[in-house]
């Protein structure tokens, strides 16, 4: 049975993070899209984990992005 890698980076989403959609984040100057985003497991002002089909993310935020862009309404349908 294969298992899921998990990755740590240090970036920006540049669009709301919502369970069914594919998520954008701005890592080392370069847009990186994700598979399709199947849960949202935490989040607060500097980091949000979430899981893709394919890859569990940890996702740091810089300075830059104070707030998480995380849909509220979308999230609760993953629980």
Not at 10 to 23: E, I, Q
Request: charged content about 10%.
């Amino acid at each position: 049975m294969n298992q899921k890698k998990s990755t740590t980076l240090y970036g920006s989403l540049m669009s709301p993070l919502a369970v069914g959609h594919c998520a954008l984040i701005l890592y080392q100057g370069q847009l990186m899209r994700t598979s399709q985003v199947v849960a949202i497991h935490s989040w607060n002002a500097d980091m949000i984990c979430f899981e893709t089909r394919n890859t569990n993310y940890t996702l740091l935020f810089g300075p830059a992005q104070q707030a998480v862009a995380v849909n509220p309404l979308l999230t609760s349908m993953a629980a």
